[in-house]
């Protein structure tokens, strides 16, 4: 049995041969057909950083539409809990078309997350003048800390079918032009949906990887926001966006500016400010490994006491699967860093020993 504090104190070289024998795990046919898969070395001695961030949520899904505001119309676009990233090239196309029927050409936006920055992008593509204002800019924003694997929902609480439709057709496409471009950390990766079960067996003929069942195999995209979020910075400053470092106190802190339209991504922030009592912090903590350039698969799992997912990064190899809801702290919870690492080290035996076990084939 895999000891969890033998993984905390970095000894799991010794420990993990004991997680699953060889005659418990065989090579299932995907396995056998398949690229190999390199074990991701869970070791203390790996890790880069632990993470904390709070994903913005919105009872009722996230939220899109203009409103008067004073002598401004406010666009607000937040509200998308974990998948901000995911959505951003669907809602901030969809938010700037709001800003369309303004017919203004001076634009605010608040926030320099994921959606703030794309909408920006957006706006000075259509020949807007737009000035970002935020109170923190990358690597201080709740996207660095995303997993940013591009999967979309069927669903976003109560938010019209029709236009979460559209929203996830853009929010496929969009990244689609930055695709394996130098410097951007967008690729993409074979991503698995495992099956963990408390027996850790498959049944007879039943489809596995690592030794665990598995619905399906896709390749989505995949983000490094260490590289993604400064890159979409640099590209909108070409454009002609100005940045500016401001932190807004109230509603009516926002008539001061000069622009008359406002585009409002400022996430969890909306609730403060414009008092959406529906929006809540949902707490995740990432730990980050190393980078492996060698892995090129990427996974999520349903484990016994919770959810795991590991990405593989330019810059690092990305492990977490935390959701908290209505917790603030941002300080990382030492019992969430070893339940990641104990799940994610016995699923990297599983790997060792297919990789094993394919070499020897």
Request: charged share 20%; with cysteine; hydrophobic share 40%.
């Amino acid at each position: 049995m895999l000891d969890r504090r033998g993984v905390l104190l970095g000894l799991t070289g010794g420990l993990i041969a004991a997680c699953a024998t060889t005659e418990r795990l065989r090579l299932s046919e995907y396995e056998a057909r398949s690229a190999p898969f390199y074990p991701v070395g869970v070791r203390a001695e790996r890790i880069k950083e632990i993470v904390v961030g709070l994903r913005p949520g919105r009872d009722g899904g996230f939220r899109l539409a203009a409103e008067p505001f004073g002598d401004k119309i406010i666009v607000h676009n937040y509200g998308h809990e974990g998948d901000g990233v995911t959505l951003s090239w669907g809602c901030a196309t969809l938010a700037t078309g709001l800003v369309a029927e303004t017919e203004a050409n001076d634009v605010a936006v608040i926030g320099a997350g994921a959606q703030g920055l794309t909408t920006a992008l957006i706006l000075a593509r259509q020949g807007k003048r737009v000035t970002v204002y935020a109170e923190k800019f990358h690597p201080y924003v709740t996207s660095n800390v995303a997993g940013a694997l591009i999967l979309t929902a069927d669903a976003y609480g109560d938010v019209d079918p029709e236009i979460v439709s559209r929203v996830n057709a853009l929010a496929r496409t969009g990244f689609d032009a930055y695709e394996d471009k130098p410097g951007t950390g967008v690729t993409r990766v074979r991503h698995h949906f495992l099956q963990r079960r408390r027996q850790d067996a498959a049944e007879p003929g039943e489809k596995t990887l690592f030794g665990c069942p598995f619905n399906a195999m896709s390749r989505p995209t995949m983000i490094d926001m260490s590289l993604y979020l400064p890159y979409l910075m640099q590209e909108a400053r070409d454009m002609g966006v100005v940045f500016y470092t401001e932190r807004f106190q109230s509603p009516q802190h926002t008539l001061t500016l000069a622009q008359p339209v406002i585009v409002n991504c400022t996430g969890l922030g909306a609730g403060a400010l414009f008092g959406d009592t529906a929006v809540h912090p949902v707490w995740g903590q990432l730990v980050r490994l190393h980078p492996q350039p060698e892995i090129d698969y990427s996974y999520t799992a349903h484990a016994e006491d919770g959810q795991l997912y590991m990405f593989p990064r330019e810059t690092s190899i990305v492990l977490g699967g935390t959701r908290r809801r209505d917790v603030w702290s941002l300080e990382p919870d030492p019992a969430e860093t070893e339940r990641i690492l104990y799940q994610h080290a016995r699923l990297a035996a599983r790997a060792r020993q297919v990789f094993a076990l394919k070499a020897a084939v």
